[in-house]
């Protein structure tokens, strides 16, 4: 049982937008910076957004991050085919002193 | 721009212990802001953090692993190493290493390590 609660699968047609959610609470994300990770099949997982929000270099404006309380969201839009994969949320939990992810949503493009 | 590989026995009997090496290049790792960390994937499962080191010496574990993990860092050898001892067929994982300042931004590719005897 994962800390961040995250939907096991979401789907859309290419060229659409999806959403995957992150749930949290007042230890962890309402407190915290949350970041997102695309892991493509096979290999290892990338950070796509970090600080709620922001994009490292090289990640396209087709991917956004939002929170607010104790959810976050990563919000992808102009789905492509390479999209699919694995996303995991995380962020630092203060009453375990841990670094914390969600079990993972599968994205799945139609 | 920084680079990191794992590197260790891919099988380990249960009862004994694990031992991974992380090597960190593009970069050092004496006078960096980063934390190392070390994450695990156990087949077809997420994601689980191990714990992180700081080149000062400053650790954090994962509390469900913590009585079994040894992290250090061997700024000599721009190293971090895990350590897990009294493995079990749960401890079977890809164990990845990874660069953390707000997030994980960099990831080794990962070594695939099997319980089994």
């Known amino acids: 049982q994962s800390v961040l609660t995250q939907p096991p699968s979401v789907s859309a047609a290419p060229g659409q937008r999806v959403t995957i959610s992150c749930s949290g609470s007042?230890?962890?994300?309402?407190?915290?910076?949350v970041c997102w990770y695309q892991q493509l099949p096979g290999t290892a997982p990338k950070l796509l957004i970090y600080?709620?929000?922001k994009r490292p270099s090289g990640i396209p404006d087709r991917f956004s991050g939002s929170k607010s309380g104790t959810s976050a969201t990563l919000g992808i839009t102009g789905l492509q085919t390479g999209d699919e994969a694995d996303y995991y949320c995380?962020?630092?939990?203060?009453?375990?002193?841990?670094?914390?992810f969600g079990g993972g949503t599968t994205l799945t493009v139609l | 721009q920084l680079q990191l590989q794992e590197s260790g026995p891919g099988l380990v009997k249960p009862s004994e212990t694990l031992s991974l090496t992380c090597t960190v290049s593009?970069?050092?790792?004496?006078?960096?802001?980063?934390?190392w960390g070390w994450i695990r994937q156990p087949p077809g499962k997420g994601l689980e953090w191990i714990g992180s080191?700081?080149?000062?010496?400053?650790?954090h574990h994962n509390p469900s692993l913590k009585s079994r993990v040894t992290i250090s860092v061997d700024t000599s050898k721009n190293q971090i190493s895990l350590k897990l001892n009294s493995v079990t067929a749960a401890d079977t994982a890809v164990y990845y290493c990874?660069?953390?300042?707000?997030?994980?931004?960099?990831w080794g590719q990962g070594t695939m390590v099997t319980v089994s005897s």
């Open positions: 990874g660069a953390y300042l707000f997030a994980f931004d960099v």
């Open positions: 995380g962020t630092w939990d203060s009453s375990l002193s841990a670094v914390v």
């Open positions: 600080e709620n929000n």
């Open positions: 007042s230890s962890n994300i309402d407190n915290k910076y």
């Open positions: 593009g970069g050092s790792i004496s006078g960096s802001s980063y934390y």
């Open positions: 080191i700081h080149y000062s010496g400053s650790t």
